[in-house]
């Protein structure tokens, strides 16, 4: 199994990028972000109280969000491997996941981050936010709150994976197509 978290900060492309290289490697790929939605959208209890935190530009409490990744997983299993977009998002969380997948003999192979400097992420965002529908995109006091949710609970995650030697970098600026050949690049660089 190959399991691939993708880092960044809100609007780094995790997404974007997930989805385009999950086929390279026949991941599955989970956004809890996606998830989250999806369960809004279908007026779930889950998706009831998610929405009062996506809604403010916070961060879902992580007994909640953990569960729900669980079950992600466990729904999905046997695969041939995840790629990770919007999770972990804290130290606990990360905890969580390395348990998990312990007790499954699994673990994960590797963690890329896509960097991408704050100025060029609001632009992207306030621009997503004209065609996304997602209310977090539309007002810049938004996006600057999951920046600093960002900076204060995920920032902390770089040192936990690269503690773990398991921490890459990448540049996420430029076309998106150069991105996603960089990022699979360092992929099969490191799976060789
Ligand atoms: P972005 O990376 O652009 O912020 P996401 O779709 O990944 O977009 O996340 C949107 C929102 O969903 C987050 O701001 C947060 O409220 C919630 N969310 C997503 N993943 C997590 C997570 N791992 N832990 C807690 N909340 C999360």
Redesign the pocket.
Known sequence: MLNIIIFG????G??TQASLIKDNYNLVHI????V??KNTSQGTDLGKV?VQ??SK??????EI?ISM?KEEIKSFMPCNGFIF??????II?AESLDDLLKSMELNIDMVVALDVENNKLIER?LNRGKTSGRS??KSEEKINK?LE?YDKKTKPLIDFYKNQKKFISINGVGDLNDVTTRLISIIDSKIS
């Open positions: 900060k809100p609007g780094s995790k997404g956004s809890t972000g996606d989250f939605r998610a935190f996506m530009g916070e961060l879902v409490p992580d969000t990744l977009d919007g999770f972990p998002r804290t969380q965002l977090d995109d999951r949710e």
